[in-house]
């Protein structure tokens, strides 16, 4: 029933949001609109854990800087019709908040040339009540653990416990994204799964 509240309004924003409660119904929702195109991933465990290159890769040529290091890999993925990534959080308002280091994951979910759809794929793990939990959530969870995953040279990377506010050159904190309606120029759905996915 809650989630099913997030979805109604995640929709009267203008959203294509939808909830499952296994991740097996999230992929096929996925095959099922993501087929026949050029599609760029975010830098995500969510995407990783859910096996969306493999998956997706069957019908689609996929651009994800994970999984291929050549030097155009983030350019292509912004010039692709589809881009996939996670969130940092999403609260109960329908607000999407994103931390990004690069700032492609952020850059290419609010714009691309040739974009068609974006998706955010969010366990959850990720929800909360409202937009200070999820700024708090992005700052304090998911930052400090992908900083470990990182092996950042900053203070959050030891334990990935909280934020520490540092300015180390190495800082991953550097652009905040909260979302809280579509592109203008293409649509953008939202999948949530039922589950405890990435960060
Ligand atoms: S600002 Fe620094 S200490 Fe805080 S989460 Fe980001 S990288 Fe870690």
Sequence with gaps: MIMQNLVGILNRH???ASYFEAPEAALDYL???ISGVTVGMGGSMT???LGLY???GENNTIHWHWQDAAPDTLAQA???DVYI???NAVSMAGEIVNIDATGNRVASLAYGP???KVFYVVGTNKIVENLEQAIFRAKNTAAPLNAKRLDRKTPCAVKGDHCYKCNSPERICRTTSIVTRPPASC???VVIINGDYGY
């Design 54 to 56: 493999e998956v997706l």
């Design 78 to 80: 912004m010039l692709a």
């Design 47 to 49: 995407i990783k854990e």
């Design 14 to 16: 203008g959203f294509k």
């Design 31 to 33: 095959k099922a609109e």
């Design 187 to 189: 649509e953008a759905h």
């Design 114 to 116: 040739n974009r068609k």
């Design 85 to 87: 990534s996670s969130a």
